[in-house]
């Protein structure tokens, strides 16, 4: 039941979180992406359209905090991969996101 | 739009550069980027400036500990070496200063009351006690009190008021006339002298004595003698309470002007 409404709240459109850590954790937790699959993919779960300079301070961020590393390839398409670091991170981030989001839920319902 | 960014870009620092700037171009081609990418790009660029800035400016330069030990060994000795030469110069004056104790002063002495040294003062104990001047120019502060069949009675301001003369026992104190209106008993105005053939105004200055008990004794009269001597038994006859001053029963002495009007003795004026 719960799980049913947080995936009803992360809905694309719907959620307004803005930390773009969170979200292109998010995006590589299922594979490897390159800078415009990261975009995109970010647009269709989350709505949410990163600019050119957003991305890559993030992609900036958190390849020095050891959450993401590059995939060695031979095209300009540079693809990253999530580490153990930042699994853990996006576990601990999405769990306090959940937190509140359960929260809030019964909040309302009790009002 | 894409060009742009592509200028933006080389705003971002080289270590930067280095690293994405390939990966970014080729995100550039794929996106169609808008105005708003543009502003995305520069406020990234200026945030990786300021990190950059504060991460250099919070990076400590590498000193060799040579390099940093020396200054500060030096720095030491030169201090020691200031602070014992001070000490060695200063000591023997510390060890040997003499402690002064500085006895409280003794709270000042009362002043005495004015004591009047002047050889012209009380030359004659029972008639005169000051050598200021008993005529007293009418000019200004006189006050006419009382005027009858064309004799006045005028207060004089006195130069010399609150002041105390002393010889022997005797203490006088000098007060206005008008001060001394609220202790009167008696006064007898001065008969004008009909016998005297004058015409105008004479005016006599008279000093007197209130004694202890209250009554009245001339000092001194200024005038011609008829109008003086009205004056002198007029004011001779008046009669005070007895006078304090700071509890203690006290004699004090003031002057009056007395004025005879011919004209108006003869018209009979009275106010």
């Known amino acids: 039941m719960e799980a049913k409404q947080e995936s009803s709240i992360i809905t694309p459109g719907v959620v307004t979180m803005q930390d773009p850590t969170i979200l292109i954790l998010a995006s590589l937790a299922d594979g490897d992406k390159h800078g415009y699959a990261i975009m995109e993919d970010i647009h269709v779960f ?66 | 739009m894409r060009t742009l960014i592509r200028w933006a870009a080389r705003l971002y620092p080289p270590a930067w550069r280095n690293r994405y ?17 543009v502003c995305d790009v520069l406020g990234d660029v200026l ?26 060994f030096a720095s030491l000795t030169v201090h020691a070496v200031m602070i014992t030469i001070v000490l060695f110069a200063v000591w023997g004056h510390v060890t040997t200063m003499p402690l002064h104790i500085v006895a409280p002063l003794p709270p000042p002495a009362p002043e005495p009351p004015p004591q009047v040294t002047d050889g012209r003062v009380f030359p004659n104990a029972l008639t005169l006690y000051s050598s200021l001047p ?26 010399d008021i609150g002041a105390t003369y002393r010889q022997g026992n005797a203490e006088w104190r000098v007060w206005p006339g008008q001060a001394l209106e609220s202790f009167i008993v008696r006064r007898v105005l001065p008969e004008y002298p009909r016998g005297s053939n004058a015409h105008g105004a004479v005016s006599v200055f008279v000093e007197y004595l209130i004694t202890r008990g209250g009554s009245v004794k001339v ?6 003698p008829p109008f003086a001597g009205a004056a002198q038994l007029a004011i001779g006859r008046w009669v005070y309470q007895p006078l304090e001053y700071e509890n203690r029963p006290c004699e004090v002495v003031s002057r009056v002007e007395v004025r005879f009007d011919s004209e108006l003795a003869r018209s009979g004026f009275s106010p």
Request: overall charge positive; aromatic content about 4%.
């Open chain 2, 219 to 224: 000092l001194r009269t200024s005038g011609p």
């Open chain 2, 134 to 159: 008993l005529k007293i120019p009418a000019q200004g502060g006189a006050l006419p009190v009382y005027v009858a069949d064309g004799v006045g009675i005028n207060f004089l301001s006195l130069p």
């Open chain 2, 47 to 72: 945030r990786v400036r300021a990190n950059t800035s504060i991460d250099a400016c919070l990076m400590l330069a590498p000193v060799p500990p040579i390099n940093l030990r020396l200054p500060v």
């Open chain 2, 21 to 37: 700037a390939a990966e970014f171009d080729a995100l550039l081609d794929d996106i169609s980027p808008s105005f708003g990418d």
């Open chain 1, 46 to 111: 989350a709505g949410i359209r990163l600019g050119p300079g957003t991305l890559y301070g993030a992609i900036c961020r958190l390849e020095q905090r050891g959450w993401i590393r590059a995939v060695k390839s031979e095209a300009r398409r540079q693809p990253y991969r999530i580490t153990a670091a930042g699994s853990q991170h996006l576990k601990e981030q999405l769990a306090l996101l959940g937190q509140v989001v359960r929260t809030g839920n019964r909040r309302m319902r009790e009002a």
